[in-house]
């Protein structure tokens, strides 16, 4: 196993995407500045273009706009800060709050570009490949006990962004941190466009009357339930950011912090299957997923050599 993994994370050199900055108008941007103000940029272009089929536009456009600059800020004030911790604080804060934000923005311009839903496509694929429906067949394991665990699985990963950041920062330094963030937030920005360019329902929204086994559990499965119900809206389905990220989280604490890896192989495992477990994702958005964030990956030490010739030019 861990010969594949070291491919998808080579040793690269200590000034890659963490310290390299670009400078505009004074404010120094890092790789993973321009990541996630270029994912906000996006959707907010595409609200200005297909402004008037979009309910609120311009009120979203001018909510971009104020927290890109708030991030900017966020840049600005952490390369102040004097403290290590206070620095750490800022952009735990900082980029994990923007990819949040950045998230929701997809739903409305899911089907502005593209004006039909792919389930259909993706439901014949999957029945072509497995012989059965997937996300049907699982039914036939399904246990409140099994439900609480994999629910538990799928509502931790939000728990997981911050506390993965903090475990690389302080066992391996801003680097270590800085190359999490830049996985995460170009895996997500590949995510959302992949969102925009083949929209997906998911399996609720297409064949919720399919069901026949209700997931029952307990706490967790309320709360993910909750979840489902208030925080997350139709489509944003493949690829699947919840693999995405989540491969990206496990890789990352491989070459980061080894003990940490391990700890987290069987949530990020059952992650996989909670997401077709738990109807929030076909098979194919999940596999998608996993493949986003491989991908997103194996061109990291790429991009990072692209990002330090542009900062070396500045010189």
């Given at each position: 196993?861990?010969?594949?993994?070291?491919?998808?994370?080579?040793?690269?050199?200590?000034?890659?995407?963490q310290?390299?900055?670009?400078?505009?108008?004074?404010?120094?941007?890092?790789?993973t500045?321009?990541?996630?103000?270029?994912?906000?940029?996006?959707?907010?272009?595409?609200?200005?273009?297909?402004?008037?089929?979009?309910?609120?536009?311009?009120?979203t456009?001018?909510?971009?706009?104020?927290?890109?600059?708030?991030?900017?800020?966020?840049?600005?004030?952490?390369?102040?800060?004097?403290?290590?911790?206070?620095k750490?604080?800022?952009?735990?804060?900082?980029?994990p709050?923007?990819?949040?934000?950045?998230?929701?923005?997809?739903?409305?311009?899911?089907?502005?570009?593209?004006?039909?839903?792919?389930?259909?496509?993706?439901?014949?694929?999957?029945?072509?490949?497995?012989?059965?429906?997937?996300?049907?067949?699982?039914?036939?394991?399904?246990?409140?006990?099994?439900?609480?665990?994999?629910?538990?699985?799928?509502?931790?990963?939000?728990?997981?962004?911050p506390?993965?950041?903090?475990?690389?920062?302080?066992?391996?330094?801003?680097?270590?941190?800085?190359?999490?963030?830049?996985?995460?937030?170009?895996?997500?920005?590949?995510?959302?466009?992949?969102?925009?360019?083949?929209?997906?329902?998911g399996?609720?929204?297409?064949?919720?009357?399919?069901?026949?086994?209700?997931?029952?559990?307990?706490?967790?499965?309320?709360?993910?339930?909750?979840?489902?119900?208030?925080?997350?809206?139709?489509?944003?389905?493949?690829?699947?950011?919840?693999?995405?990220?989540?491969?990206?989280?496990w890789?990352?604490?491989?070459?980061?912090?080894?003990?940490?890896?391990?700890?987290?192989?069987?949530?990020?495992?059952?992650?996989?299957?909670?997401?077709?477990?738990?109807?929030?994702?076909?098979?194919?958005?999940?596999?998608?997923?996993?493949?986003?964030?491989?991908?997103?990956?194996?061109?990291?030490?790429?991009?990072?050599?692209?990002?330090?010739?542009?900062?070396?030019?500045?010189?």
């Open positions: 196993m861990a010969e594949p993994i070291e491919r998808l994370c080579p040793e690269a050199p200590a000034s890659t995407l310290g390299r900055r670009v400078f505009v108008l004074g404010l120094g941007f890092q790789a500045d321009v990541v996630l103000i270029g994912s906000l940029l996006f959707c907010t272009s595409l609200t200005v273009i297909f402004q008037a089929r979009l309910k609120g536009a311009w009120a456009i001018a909510t971009n706009i104020i927290v890109g600059l708030l991030f900017c800020v966020s840049i600005w004030l952490q390369q102040r800060a004097s403290g290590r911790i206070l750490f604080a800022i952009r735990m804060t900082a980029a709050l923007m990819i949040a934000y950045i998230f929701p923005l997809v739903s409305p311009l899911q089907l502005m570009i593209f004006r039909n839903w792919n389930d259909d496509l993706v439901l014949k694929a999957e029945h072509a490949v497995f012989g059965v429906q997937p996300i049907i067949w699982i039914e036939k394991f399904i246990s409140p006990a099994l439900t609480e665990w994999l629910m538990f699985s799928y509502i931790i990963y939000f728990i997981l962004y506390l993965l950041c903090g475990i690389l920062y302080f066992k391996r330094g801003e680097r270590g941190m800085e190359e999490y963030l830049f996985s995460l937030g170009l895996a997500n920005f590949l995510c959302n466009l992949g969102a925009v360019l083949f929209p997906v329902a399996p609720l929204f297409k064949i919720a009357d399919q069901y026949t086994v209700p997931l029952k559990g307990y706490f967790f499965t309320s709360l993910g339930e909750y979840v489902r119900n208030n925080l997350q809206a139709i489509g944003s389905s493949l690829p699947s950011p919840h693999c995405a990220s989540a491969t990206v989280m890789i990352m604490a491989y070459k980061y912090h080894r003990p940490t890896f391990y700890a987290l192989s069987p949530i990020v495992i059952s992650i996989y299957i909670a997401t077709v477990y738990c109807r929030y994702h076909y098979v194919s958005d999940s596999v998608f997923g996993i493949l986003t964030a491989l991908g997103t990956l194996l061109i990291i030490p790429s991009l990072a050599k692209a990002w330090d010739r542009r900062a070396d030019r500045q010189r």
